[in-house]
């Protein structure tokens, strides 16, 4: 029997890392978000920048979302997600 092995962040790590390194290299991002719920958008990091106290990035179709509201970049995942 084989086991799920889902890659994820640490209990109090960010993805701040991850998501500087998508915006630097300018590679797409997959996200799962908060947004009233689970929501999913794909796109380019178009800027990384703080808002009201949080990091937040906005993509190049103009959403922006906050870190603290997403629980996966490209299939990495919170760690305390537990939708999947």
Known sequence: MENDVRQTIGVNATF???VQELFTSRQKAALLFEDSG???????IKELYEKDGN???????????????????????ASDYSEC
């Open 38 to 44: 689970v929501t999913r958008a794909n796109g380019f």
């Open 16 to 18: 701040l890392p991850i």
């Open 55 to 77: 990091q937040v990035i906005r993509l190049d179709n103009d959403l922006e979302i906050a870190l603290k509201d997403i629980y996966a970049v490209n299939g990495t995942f």
